[in-house]
């Protein structure tokens, strides 16, 4: 959906995609939260990603949880 008539997300999307084939989904899930939290499509895209990794693992592996919370918590939100 949201890489359809936009390039920006198109080409992350494949990005990626290589990604995953490379190195499953907690590849994908760190190289989504190591990047700058932006306000636009392509966030918002890659976190709706992160969602759905999160949500399938919820059941079977803490890591990836651990892992989002850990970026989360070392992000400095200016609070």
């Keep these: 959906y949201y890489?359809?008539?936009?390039s920006e997300?198109?080409?992350r999307l494949k990005e990626?995609?290589?990604i995953y084939d490379e190195g499953g989904e907690k590849a994908v899930v760190e190289?989504?939260?190591s990047k700058d939290v932006g306000d636009d499509k392509?966030?918002?895209?890659e976190y709706l990603i992160v969602d759905g990794c999160l949500i399938r693992s919820l059941g079977n592996d803490t890591e990836l949880l651990n892992n989002v919370?850990?970026?989360?918590y070392d992000r400095d939100y200016g609070f």
């Design 31 to 33: 190289d989504i939260m």
């Design 42 to 45: 392509k966030t918002m895209m």
């Design 9 to 11: 997300c198109d080409t």
């Design 69 to 72: 919370l850990e970026h989360c």
């Design 16 to 18: 990626l995609k290589n």
């Design 3 to 6: 890489a359809k008539d936009d």
